[in-house]
């Protein structure tokens, strides 16, 4: 079992950046693909990016290309998601998760059944 906990959530003002973190447990961290999940209230949860296990590949939602980069350190375990220019519209809680199938295209990634394990999630608020 794998476990994801995320962290760098925060409030920050429109045009700012903040970087998220997702930490997980175990050894078998880098044969995961990755991928960064956002759900604001009332809304139904959306897809942000994933990265494959080896970092080479990675996909965005159109909302945030451009803005937002997802990365991996495979020797410490963990994903990040780089988010710059923020926007009020970016507020949700952001979720990691991990997904056994290195590589899938990007309707694949988007689709969220597909990713076994999930964090606990992690809150981002921009102001205006």
């Known amino acids: 079992q794998v476990q994801l906990v995320e962290s760098g959530g925060g409030l920050v003002q429109a045009g700012g950046s903040l970087r998220l973190s997702c930490a997980a447990s175990?050894?078998?961290?880098?044969?995961?693909?990755m991928g960064w999940f956002r759900q604001a209230p009332g809304k139904e949860r959306e897809f942000v990016a994933r990265?494959?296990?080896?970092?080479?590949?990675?996909y965005y939602a159109d909302s945030v290309k451009g803005r937002f980069t997802i990365s991996r350190e495979n020797a410490k375990n963990t994903v990040y998601l780089q988010m710059n220019s923020l926007k009020p519209e970016d507020t949700a809680v952001y979720y990691c998760a991990g997904d056994r199938t290195c590589y899938g295209g990007l309707s694949y990634s988007r689709n969220g059944a597909t990713y076994e394990f999930w964090g606990q999630g992690t809150q981002v608020t921009v102001s205006s």
């Open positions: 175990g050894r078998t961290f880098s044969t995961y693909a």
């Open positions: 990265i494959s296990c080896s970092g080479g590949t990675t």
